[in-house]
């Protein structure tokens, strides 16, 4: 008997340490019909029942909440750097900046304390807080290089420009370093080959981008078979070195 009893003392203090959480459901109502109003020092009146029937003012539940203000610990792609001030919303502040300790609430004594020190102006690592993003998308793809296949041809950066900007990237000539080596054509042996290529971001990031030539005809009847999803495939290089070495250009 006394061995149950402990048994069922224990379990109920189990269940009390389980985590309960508060649930905020406000709603904001008003009455549809004002109740009459009684004389001073007398009985109120009683109200009947269309006095309890109430509408809808606000539901706070379904009301947008307001941005919140956080300062940066560190770099996040993306939102910014160290030390800045942003304004985002409170879904993504908790669970992205917030709980993974990467920003902490606006305050003075934070501001001041995540403040970027002269050396760490001086020493510049991020152009901005996209630019990293961008060299991540491009080293993500296979850019497909179209050149003739009738006409002799040797590449050059704006034929990489023409490439990417097919691809929805926008840079200047400037921005692109070709392999040390010449790629002319055309040359069948050369199809679907890989090269790589520099691209140049805000004159400090430096993204490696993968190409893959490809030979195109204006005479229908010279056409190679077009291939479908060419990014999947597997092919080899197209010179001995992998990818050409990044260099800081002034683009």
Known sequence: MLKNICVTQLNLLKSATSLQQQVRTTFILKRKYEPLLHKTNEKPRRMRAKHFIYELVEDTQVKKRPNMEVVLKTFVEGVGDKGDVVSMKPHFVYNKLLLPGLAAY????????????????????????????????????????????????VLEPWHIKASLRKAGFHCKEDCITLPKERIE??????????????????????????CRLHHWSTD???????????????????????????????C
């Open 185 to 210: 054509g055309p040359d069948l042996k050369k199809e679907s080959k890989d090269f790589y290529c520099i691209v140049t971001i805000n004159k400090l990031e430096q993204a490696t981008l993968k």
């Open 106 to 153: 606006k305050t003075p004594e934070n501001v001041a304390k995540y403040a970027k020190t002269e050396a760490e102006k001086s020493a510049v690592k991020h152009s901005s807080a996209y630019a990293q993003r961008t060299v991540n998308m491009l080293e993500s793809i296979v850019l497909a290089v179209i050149m003739n296949k009738d006409e002799p041809w």
């Open 220 to 250: 229908p009847s010279e056409r190679l078979p077009y291939v479908l999803e060419h990014w999947k495939m597997t092919s080899e290089p197209l010179l001995d070195v992998s990818s050409p070495e990044k260099e800081t250009l002034n």
